[in-house]
């Protein structure tokens, strides 16, 4: 079993920085795709961002919305997944989730592609 734990979530002004992480315990390996969703009151879940690894190359996919302001990373050794958040805007607030799958996919995130999930972290922007 897989636990994810999230944390750096808070508020902010429009424009200023956030970086999240997500812990992750149990059963994993740096094979795993791994993703960052949100979700705003009122609206379904979004996929952010996404990363996933092969032998040689890490492959790093992103929502529209959020392509030159997030960076998604990962530091294996510390099986902890990261989100950068620049230049924050007043449309980003929501509860951010990071998610696992063993399973290897590329593109923006779908829900559906994703077996683990932390309980979320809290992102603001006042304008």
């Known amino acids: 079993q897989v636990q994810l734990v999230e944390s750096g979530g808070g508020s902010v002004q429009a424009g200023e920085s956030l970086r999240l992480s997500c812990v992750a315990s149990?059963?994993?390996?740096?094979?795993?795709?791994m993703a960052w969703f949100r979700q705003a009151p009122g609206k379904e879940r979004e996929g952010v961002a996404r990363?996933?690894?092969?032998?040689?190359?890490?492959?790093?996919y992103y929502v529209d919305e959020v392509k030159g302001r997030f960076t998604i990373s990962r530091d294996n050794a510390k099986s902890t997944l990261y989100l950068q958040m620049n230049k924050l805007k007043p449309e980003d607030p929501a509860m951010y989730y990071c998610?696992?799958?063993?399973?290897?996919?590329?593109?923006?995130?779908?829900?559906?592609?994703?077996?683990?999930w932390g309980q979320g972290t809290q992102v603001a922007v006042s304008s």
């Open positions: 998610a696992a799958s063993p399973s290897w996919r590329a593109g923006v995130p779908r829900p559906a592609d994703f077996d683990y």
């Open positions: 149990g059963y994993t390996s740096s094979t795993y795709s």
């Open positions: 990363i996933v690894n092969s032998a040689f190359t890490t492959y790093t």
